[in-house]
């Protein structure tokens, strides 16, 4: 009950914690919750050696432990987060699991976290009940979804792989609901995983006294890179940031110095989610939850996995050269969501652009309200309608192949490609980040719009120049031979 002591110390003006943010340069509900999302790790050990061996308290646990850390985060307000449990809980139980049921989660979610984000949110970011919120809209979609697609194969309906995998063919008990609701290693900021993962994890389903040597040390690791990101984010901010470009100072500087300097804000700002999402994911491994199979080495060993609680693919993500690269490797459980149960979900639409311009709709509304955030996702659209419509284009010309096999210009077209990741990264993040549209607008002025010149006219205007081209080079190379 540590949370709730902290808390009654700051409402008596005794809490350490104010002073602590400060003395770090950080804010108080920044500092509490990066301290709870450190918190989930001893929770996991003392989940193994004082409870595992009470089945019946299992639940009850992770009830009282997620609870506390909710109302050292968020006091009284964090009612807010039971009542969407209770109301899928009532639907499912009244209305039973289907399509009817599906809709009314979807439509109440969405529209409890609007309305909390109308009431909540501001320019700055916010670290309020809405942010668990979030977190929780996306279980709760999913959760009834997965009753719906668990019906469905009830009545012999044919289901796809992955939905195969988190359908559900009975319904939650009350207790279930609550304990996988508030789950402590990640109700605060995630990841989302399935009813279906959570309920074969608390029934000793995973090899997790089998593999117990394996997984603590794969947590350990997580556990340490966390820290590291989260020491490079500090550092990363401190030397790029956002407060310069918005100042007067930075339009003195040149155009390419001021991408480079977004680009690069962006990349280490991105470190904030990756080393939280680090640390829930080494908190899912110590508590047993992220088993995700075997695989076999290529010696032929076996050897189990324990990444199904993984939300970043550092390697991919760091080494990324194209949008595509940062879509598979950065926030995959969300990404993930919106692969399964929106994108695949709207086929009846008929048209993949439209699906995925939906998609990004969801997206940018399950973030907020403001306008930063239509913006960031408007833009992952154009630019990747251009990688996906370019790539097999100049993939097919000589030209290309010829760079990619040469020892030298390969790396000169990785970096070339590296440097075009890294600053429209910037140009995409800082309205996510800015969220008010004087201030992103801002931004982009002082970059001239350089990620509107270079996207929007893509379908209209560089797409049919470059294919001419091409097809007159290849005139050009017939009639020579």
């Known amino acids: 009950m540590w949370g709730i002591f902290l808390y009654i110390l700051d409402l008596v003006g005794l809490s350490p914690i104010p002073f602590l943010a400060e003395l770090i340069g950080t804010t108080a509900p920044a500092l509490k919750l990066l301290i709870s999302i450190l918190m989930g790790y001893p929770i996991a050990i003392l989940y193994h050696h004082h409870i595992k061996d009470f089945f019946d308290y299992r639940n009850i646990y992770f009830i009282v432990c997620g609870v506390d850390m ?10 807010h987060n039971m009542i969407p449990a209770i109301v899928i809980y009532m639907t499912t139980k009244f209305l039973g699991a289907g399509k009817m049921n599906a809709v ?57 792989e992955n939905n195969k995998k988190t359908a559900l063919l009975r319904a939650p008990s009350f207790v279930e609901l609550i304990g996988f609701v508030y789950f402590p290693a990640c109700f605060l900021v995630g990841p989302i995983f399935s009813f279906r993962r959570y309920i074969d994890f608390v029934m000793d389903k995973f090899p997790v006294e089998k593999e117990a040597k394996v997984y603590e040390k794969q947590a350990l690791r997580r556990l340490l890179q966390g820290l590291g990101y989260l020491i490079a984010f500090q550092v990363g901010v401190y030397v790029f940031n956002v407060k310069y470009m918005l ?11 001021r991408h480079f300097y977004c680009g690069m804000w962006a990349h280490f700002a991105l470190y904030k989610y990756i080393s939280c999402w680090l640390l829930t994911e080494a908190s899912c491994i110590r508590f047993g939850m992220s088993y995700n199979g075997v695989e076999t080495t290529p010696e032929g060993k076996t050897i189990s996995k324990w990444d199904g609680c993984n939300n970043i693919k550092l390697l991919r993500f760091e080494g990324a050269t194209k949008f595509q690269h940062y879509i598979d490797s950065f926030n995959c459980n969300t990404n993930h969501f919106a692969a399964e149960y929106i994108y695949k979900r709207l086929k009846f639409l008929g ?19 403001r306008s930063g955030y239509y913006m960031t996702f408007f833009n992952e659209f154009l630019i990747m309608l251009m990688e996906k419509e370019l790539e097999p284009i100049i ?28 600053v429209f990264m910037g140009w995409s993040l800082a309205p996510f980040d800015l969220k008010a549209f004087s ?5 982009y002025s002082s970059l001239y719009y350089s990620g509107f010149v270079l996207f929007l006219p893509w379908a209209i205007l560089y797409k049919p120049l470059l294919k001419m081209a091409i097809k007159a080079s290849s005139v050009r190379r017939v009639r020579a031979d």
């Not at 976290?113 to 279980?139: F, Q």
């Not at 719906?148 to 796809?160: P, Q, R, V």
């Open 395 to 422: 993939s097919k010309t000589e030209l290309y192949n010829k760079l990619w096999s040469h020892n030298v210009t390969k790396y000169m077209l990785y970096g070339l490609l590296k440097m075009y990741t890294i």
């Open 351 to 369: 048209n993949r652009n439209l699906s995925q311009f939906f998609t990004l709709l969801f997206l940018a509304l399950w973030h907020g309200t």
């Open 70 to 79: 909710a109302f050292f985060n968020f006091g009284i307000s964090m009612y």
């Open 439 to 443: 201030k992103w607008w801002g931004v």
């Open 247 to 257: 100042s007067d100072d930075f339009w003195e500087t040149s155009i390419f110095y």
């Open 104 to 160: 009314i989660t979807f439509v109440f979610n969405m529209g409890y976290l609007l309305i909390g984000y109308i009431v909540t949110e501001s320019e700055d970011y916010d670290i309020t009940w809405t942010m668990p919120h979030c977190v929780l809209t996306l279980k709760l979609m999913a959760l009834s979804f997965d009753l719906w697609d668990g019906k469905k194969m009830i009545k012999g309906e044919t289901l796809s």
